[in-house]
């Protein structure tokens, strides 16, 4: 069994990176059911992410999405992030809700629209330049609905020509991250449909573009776990959009639908000793809480990472590898399940005293009353949301 000390030290290094979109309203095409107390602006959102990291100890960094978080003094935000304890993360564009993008956007047959594309990715290169964030996060919706509505191997070169484009641009200290997606809102192909395709771009760029696994985002019965250690070998896992789901892309609470894969694939992150941030994978949640309170839900999602995380650092490697070069299947099983089944809330709450916060973080933050407060000030303005 390995040491509680390094388990509770690599627990209280690692870093989840929350989504700044999940504290406002959010939906599906049927209905966006508005909660009191939604942020009205990003300076908001920073506050909410805030109260996630005061009370988990373990979430100092908030993402935003460009234009749900556009101000006019993107230095201010982050001082104002940094003011409250945590910091602006990466910087998520967003090529897919202006009318022009109806057949794509980097990806789209008219070279004018492919331009008005490429210079909203430049601009969030400038954003990151203000905000002093490393990674450039791109999701494209770009792809087709019904056979022989625009060539795919066309498509691929001009998604190739505007990340070479965007690559350029980067400065030093600066990743691109591409995410992946299976379908939707495309329903024929998806011109980034999996972690092959966003591979080979990411390959034919260089050192500093990286894939990100979105855990919605591949067909059902997909062996994710397999995805991640594939990337970890080719040196190319950037990052997680962590979330779970039962059928799509629900962006239900990670490890909400299915904690075992969580538990598996953290086991892959772990083994490749990838859990340290000095490694470079980005841990982030990509959520929407249409039902639930987003603040308690985000800091739910934080320890359902934690859990996953702590069983993976509790598996005995050794007598792992040990089995499994005996060829002794149930042992090697047995190995692993015996870290799943083991309940880390105890060692957890240890952790969080050490760490000088409650042993239940959704608990305390209810009782801070925090949440009324909101409601009662976040009168007036617009809440925030996707502005689909
Ligand atoms: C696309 C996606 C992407 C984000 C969006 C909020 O489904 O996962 O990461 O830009 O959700
Ligand atoms: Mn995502």
């Given at each position: 069994?390995?040491?509680?000390?390094?388990?509770?030290?690599?627990?209280?290094?690692?870093?989840?990176?929350?989504?700044?979109?999940?504290?406002?309203?959010?939906?599906?095409?049927?209905?966006?059911?508005?909660?009191?107390?939604?942020?009205?602006?990003?300076?908001?959102?920073?506050?909410?992410?805030?109260?996630?990291?005061?009370?988990?100890?373990?979430?100092?960094?908030?993402?935003?999405?460009?234009?749900?978080?556009?101000?006019?003094?993107?230095a201010a935000l982050s001082a104002h992030a940094k003011a409250n304890g945590i910091r602006i993360g990466a910087v998520n564009a967003n090529v897919f809700q202006d009318d022009d993008y109806?057949?794509?956007?980097?990806?789209?047959?008219?070279?004018?629209?492919?331009?008005?594309?490429?210079?909203?990715?430049?601009?969030?290169?400038?954003?990151?330049?203000?905000?002093?964030?490393?990674?450039?996060?791109?999701?494209?919706?770009?792809?087709?609905?019904?056979?022989?509505?625009?060539?795919?191997?066309?498509?691929?070169?001009?998604?190739?020509?505007?990340?070479?484009?965007?690559?350029?641009?980067?400065?030093?200290?600066?990743?691109?991250?591409?995410e992946y997606k299976l379908f939707e809102p495309s329903f024929y192909t998806t011109d980034v449909p999996d972690w092959g395709t966003a591979l080979l771009h990411c390959q034919a760029l260089g050192e500093a573009a990286q894939v990100v696994v979105d855990t919605?985002?591949?067909?059902?019965?997909?062996?994710?776990?397999?995805?991640?250690?594939?990337?970890?070998?080719?040196?190319?896992?950037?990052?997680?959009?962590?979330?779970?789901?039962?059928?799509?892309?629900?962006?239900?609470?990670?490890?909400?639908?299915d904690p075992f894969q969580l538990f598996r694939i953290m086991h892959e992150v772990v083994?490749?000793?990838?859990?340290?941030?000095?490694?470079?994978?980005?841990?982030?949640?990509?959520q929407c809480h249409n039902i639930e309170a987003k603040i308690p839900a985000q800091i739910r999602s934080v320890m359902n990472v934690q859990e996953a995380v702590a069983k993976a650092l509790l598996v005995d490697a050794a007598a792992l590898r040990a089995a499994q070069l005996a060829g002794d299947v149930l042992e090697a099983n047995a190995v692993l399940m015996d870290a799943y089944n083991t309940d880390v809330r105890p060692l957890l709450a240890e952790l969080r005293a050490e760490m000088g916060l409650a042993p239940d973080p959704v608990r305390a933050y209810l009782a801070s009353g925090y949440g009324e407060k909101i409601v009662a000030q976040r009168v007036g303005g617009s809440a925030a949301g996707w502005g689909a």
């Open positions: 069994m390995r040491d509680l000390t390094a388990v509770k030290d690599a627990l209280k290094n690692h870093q989840i990176e929350l989504p700044s979109w999940a504290f406002g309203n959010s939906g599906t095409r049927f209905k966006v059911f508005g909660q009191p107390g939604v942020p009205r602006d990003p300076f908001e959102k920073a506050d909410d992410a805030a109260q996630v990291h005061q009370y988990t100890g373990v979430a100092p960094v908030m993402a935003v999405h460009i234009p749900w978080d556009k101000v006019d003094d993107y109806k057949l794509g956007s980097v990806c789209h047959p008219d070279p004018r629209v492919r331009e008005k594309a490429l210079a909203h990715l430049l601009e969030c290169v400038d954003i990151m330049d203000m905000t002093g964030s490393r990674d450039l996060k791109l999701w494209f919706a770009d792809g087709t609905n019904y056979p022989g509505q625009d060539d795919i191997a066309a498509r691929q070169d001009r998604m190739a020509e505007a990340l070479a484009a965007v690559y350029q641009r980067l400065g030093g200290h600066q990743r691109m991250l591409l919605g985002h591949h067909a059902p019965g997909v062996n994710i776990e397999v995805i991640v250690a594939l990337l970890l070998k080719a040196g190319k896992l950037g990052g997680f959009d962590f979330n779970s789901r039962f059928y799509a892309d629900d962006d239900l609470m990670v490890g909400a639908a083994k490749a000793g990838a859990l340290d941030p000095g490694y470079g994978v980005a841990f982030m949640l990509d």
